[in-house]
């Protein structure tokens, strides 16, 4: 029982952490559908000397949007609540062969519900007492720890991907979608801003295998403090 013990916390001693950070920007107005598509390193585990036990993925980021609707309709338009979020949203994957591997939700921006009295369609977009916007920005700093079954993913060198995009959704109470095909609807609802710039990163925490000689030293050490415990304290 002793010896088990004594190598567990020999092999202990050699945990350590890697971090590798990448520098990202996203704006809608410059990059639209494209999402940055961060090069990591994957971990390396130096042919078996070392073993990854643990990733955590953390973005330090600004992030900003702009919620906007528009009246189509030619009344004035009242009773009406919008909200939105604008997410960081992380999913990583390898090239070469391609695999999808796991995805991450970093948190981000929530646009909190807001309503006004959208006076009658002007037929001018974007513009004038019949359109409202509403801007709105945090900063994020969030850290998580990735499912310990995604280890492997990460595990056996080259790279990793990670395709950072925002995830945005809007509610819309009292009022319907107007669609531009059939002109049927109350109000055009689009995020008429989205923005994210920070920095991007990954930990690997790893345990490195001992070397034999000094296995077996530190085992030796331990049994030989067993044994001289042991004189002074005889059962």
Do not use: C
Not at 39 to 59: E, K, Q, S, Y
Not at 64 to 89: C, K, R, Y
Request: hydrophobic letters at 45%; glycine letters at 8%.
């Amino acid at each position: 029982m002793v010896l088990v013990v004594v190598l567990v916390t020999a092999q202990s001693v050699f945990a350590d952490t890697q971090t590798h950070a990448v520098h990202y920007t996203y704006s809608l107005a410059v990059n639209g559908d494209v999402y940055p598509r961060l090069h990591l390193p994957a971990f390396d585990d130096m042919n078996g000397a070392r073993a990854l036990t643990r990733v955590d993925v953390r973005v330090q980021a600004d992030v900003s949007a702009t919620l906007a609707i528009e009246n189509m309709t030619s009344a004035p338009l009242s009773d009406w609540s919008l909200e939105g979020q604008h997410l960081v949203f992380a999913g990583f994957e390898r090239e070469d062969p391609q695999v999808f591997g796991p995805f991450a939700f970093l948190g981000g921006l929530f646009i909190e519900p807001f309503t006004a009295t959208l006076q009658p369609s002007d037929g001018t977009p974007r513009s004038g007492p019949d359109y409202l916007a509403t801007p709105a920005s945090a900063q994020v700093d969030s850290t998580i720890e990735m499912d310990p079954k995604s280890l492997e993913f990460f595990s056996g060198g080259g790279e990793v991907i990670a395709v950072v995009g925002p995830f945005t959704e809007f509610l819309l109470d009292g009022a319907t979608i107007y669609d531009p095909e059939l002109h049927t609807g109350d109000v055009a609802v689009d995020f008429a801003a989205l923005a994210q710039a920070g920095t991007f990163s990954v930990t690997y925490e790893f345990t490195t295998v001992p070397e034999p000689a000094a296995g077996l030293a530190l085992a030796g050490a331990a049994t030989l403090f067993v044994r001289f415990r042991s004189r002074r304290h005889p059962h």
